[in-house]
């Protein structure tokens, strides 16, 4: 879809652990560019993926690969792609960055990406992520108040959802997502898939088959280097 005047154009931004890259990461960015074009009022021009950094394993306690690895797999999962790409920048920190921290860096590369070209019409930057990430923000102590309110209010969200999620209900019963609702894009992904990082690690330990879960390059880089045969 070419942009138009009065298209905005949208930079999708997935943060995540990406431990290991699944089908279904690279499947929401298809399913939230399609959502948007479908309004008439976006055009998503770029897709980036940000493995966390591994600092973010010790403050949740989360088993994580290497985050060199993590990346090699993300950029390996994303050669066929034309427009999404992985961003280093959140993994070579020297420490863990927050979701808000990365979408200021994003937002701030993407305008001097862009700015040269035609400074009326720069990119803005929108978070992408799944159901499951939405309903975090009741979860006591795991984000900032603050940071709740400038991501949904200064970027806003592409929610795909997930079996068993209700981010609309969700949304209704938290006053500050209610606040900018305008600003929270749900995409009902209709063809049931219930792929998870986790449920791939738990194969792995069992030897079973990942194929057509994860990409052939990306189950070849797991076995060429024994990765996730004892995180959980």
């Known amino acids: 879809m070419a942009a138009g005047e009065g298209v905005k154009k949208i930079v999708l931004l997935s943060c995540g652990s990406f431990n290991p890259i699944t089908n279904m990461h690279l499947r929401m960015f298809e399913l939230a560019r399609d959502a948007l074009h479908r309004t008439g009022l976006f055009s998503v021009i770029e897709g980036i993926i940000s493995p966390v950094n591994d600092d973010y394993g010790k403050v949740t306690t989360k088993k994580l690969a290497p985050g060199h690895h993590r990346l090699s797999m993300a950029e390996l999962a994303t050669k066929t792609s034309d427009w999404v ?24 590369t993407t305008q001097k990406k862009y700015s040269a070209s035609d400074s009326n019409d720069v990119p803005h930057v ?30 806003g969200l592409v929610v795909i959802t997930r079996h068993g999620s209700d981010p609309e209900k969700f949304i ?45 390059p990306v189950i070849e880089y797991i076995g060429k280097h024994g990765l996730f045969k004892v995180i959980s």
């Not at 920048?89 to 701030?108: F, I």
């Not at 990082?197 to 079973?208: F, H, I, M, N, W």
Request: glycine content about 4%.
């Open 172 to 216: 209704y019963e938290s006053d500050l997502l209610t606040s900018y609702k305008s600003n929270i894009l749900i995409v009902k992904e209709w063809i049931y898939n219930d792929i998870s990082s986790t449920k791939v690690r738990r194969a792995l330990r069992r030897d079973e088959s990942i194929k057509y879960v994860v990409s052939d």
């Open 126 to 155: 929108k978070l992408l992520c799944g159901g499951d990430l939405l309903e975090s923000f009741a979860v006591p102590g795991l984000w900032k108040e603050e940071h709740m309110a400038a991501i949904v209010r200064d970027y």
């Open 85 to 108: 790409h992985v961003d280093d920048w959140e993994v070579k920190q020297s420490n863990w960055r927050q979701t808000l921290n990365v979408l200021n860096h994003t937002e701030e």
